[in-house]
């Protein structure tokens, strides 16, 4: 089962910041959040992913919690390819061969 | 880049087929693994593969086997193809270590009449 809870779905206008909330309050201390995307159609696309501290990188910001039970994933300036389905995931260490485990996501539209 | 590819985008089975589902990547990754995504489901897990002749059950195994002779390549098989496994089959490939992310295929969309 998935161990994250998100908003089932959020609508961000173009060009502003989307900002897409992840509760994972039962994380363990070994435990990294990771971020997947899915445009219709396609394979779920990675993100980013992170253990306690802030990321950034040329897609997104991931913004964690001091306590690491919530997460907030932030595409600074949304575009009409930015709608998508969006999961959160937590996963055990940070190897690969450890199955992402997908929950129902949050399906984000981005209106002109 | 990293490329997963599946051998087919569309293909239309007879119930009772035995259905091969291919899936190649370049990059040398040892971990492979095959989902399947349903509407009001999400993706789930089939099976999963570390190595060469290596593989796990996921959550939903039933009706399903798996072979990966080469690292490279790792085959979803339908013994006798019902009209429960029509569905998207995802395939997705990671390295083994730190800051690894999974690469996804295309997807198959797979119908059985």
């Known amino acids: 089962d998935a161990k994250t809870t998100q908003p089932p779905s959020m609508d961000c206008a173009e060009g502003r910041a989307a900002n897409l909330p992840c509760n994972h309050s039962?994380?363990?201390?070994?435990?990294?959040v990771y971020w997947y995307r899915q445009i219709h159609s396609q394979g779920p696309q990675y993100i980013i992913h992170?253990?306690?501290n802030n990321e950034t990188n040329e897609m997104a910001s991931l913004i964690i919690t001091e306590d690491r039970k919530s997460s907030t994933l932030i595409l600074p300036h949304a575009t009409l390819r930015d709608t998508a389905v969006y999961y959160c995931i937590v996963r055990v260490g940070n190897s690969g061969n450890t199955p992402l485990v997908f929950g129902k996501g949050t399906r984000l539209s981005v209106i002109a | 880049d990293v490329k997963v590819t599946q051998s087919s985008r569309y293909l239309v089975k007879r119930t009772g087929e035995k259905v091969f589902l291919e899936c190649v990547q370049d990059m040398d990754h040892e971990n492979m693994f095959w989902y399947r995504q349903d509407p009001g489901l999400g993706l789930r897990l089939i099976y999963f593969s570390y190595d060469v002749k290596m593989k796990e059950k996921g959550d939903i195994p039933e009706g399903y086997s798996v072979s990966r002779e080469k690292k490279e390549r790792f085959s979803l098989i339908l013994e006798s193809a019902s009209t429960n496994q029509t569905s998207m089959y995802l395939c997705?490939?990671?390295?083994?270590?730190?800051?690894?992310?999974?690469?996804f295929g295309q997807g198959t969309r797979l119908t059985v009449v």
């Open positions: 039962t994380i363990s201390g070994n435990e990294y």
């Open positions: 992170g253990l306690k």
């Open positions: 997705a490939s990671s390295l083994t270590g730190s800051g690894t992310e999974a690469f």
